[in-house]
Every structure is written in structure tokens, then in C-alpha cells.
Nanobody, 118 residues
Framework: QVQLVESGGGLVQPGGSLRLSCAASGITFTVYKMGWYRQAPGKERELVAGISNGGRTNYADYVKGRFTISRDNAKNTVYLQMNSLKPEDTAVYYC????????????WGQGTQVTVST
């Protein structure tokens, strides 16, 4: 059974930092591309950052320079370090795992709430 379990969300003041974690089980973690998405109320889910199985990263323009995605293959875990948080970063953040070989395998976590507010 595949599980992606996020943690690390919470309430933080503007300018603050949070680190999200996503622990994966039930998959061969090293072959999967991992990503973080977010969904704010009334908006569609959007990509925040991704990291390939080789460690190549990509970011949405609105988080470049503030967020950093990383992975620890020994722990089957992907991280999202979020600095200089803004109120518009408030959303539910979801972990995503994706692998394509003859067909696409995609899995999602349950999400973790991040609220940036005074």
C-alpha cells in the first residue's frame, strides 16, 4: 500500500519559515519524481516545486528564492523548506510522487495546512 504522509504545516507569521516533510512508503522512492503542490480556497491545485530522481529541481516563479525542495533517499522523504513566507502562501500543501514507465504512476498525500497570518 502506497502512503505519502506530510507533516510540518501550521500557523506562521509573515516573514517566518516552515519545513514540510513527506515520508513515502510502499514505493521504490529512488525512481520517483517528487513534488509539492498547493491549493488555496477557491483556487486550483498548482505546482510549487519538483525534484527528479536525479536531484534536478524546478520551482514556480512565485517561490523562487524563498522555497527549497530536497530529498533524502535513505529516509524515503522529500522536504520543502519555506522561508520569507507571505499571506498568499496560505494553502493546503500536498506531496506528490510520479513515475512513468509504460504507464504513469501518480500518488498524493493527504495534505497539510499552511497558514501565514498575523
Amino acid at each position: 500500500q502506497v502512503q505519502l504522509v506530510e507533516s510540518g504545516g501550521g500557523l506562521v507569521q509573515p516573514g517566518g519559515s516552515l519545513r514540510l516533510s513527506c515520508a513515502a512508503s510502499g514505493i521504490t522512492f529512488t525512481v520517483y519524481k517528487m513534488g509539492w503542490y498547493r491549493q488555496a480556497p477557491g483556487k486550483e491545485r498548482e505546482l510549487v516545486a519538483g525534484i527528479s530522481n536525479g536531484g534536478r529541481t524546478n520551482y514556480a516563479d512565485y517561490v523562487k528564492g524563498r522555497f527549497t525542495i530536497s530529498r533524502d533517499n535513505a529516509k524515503n522523504t522529500v522536504y520543502l523548506q519555506m522561508n520569507s513566507l507571505k499571506p498568499e502562501d496560505t494553502a493546503v500543501y500536498y506531496c506528490n510522487a510520479e513515475y512513468v514507465l509504460e504507464k504513469q504512476y501518480t500518488y498524493w498525500g493527504q495534505g497539510t495546512q499552511v497558514t501565514v497570518s498575523t
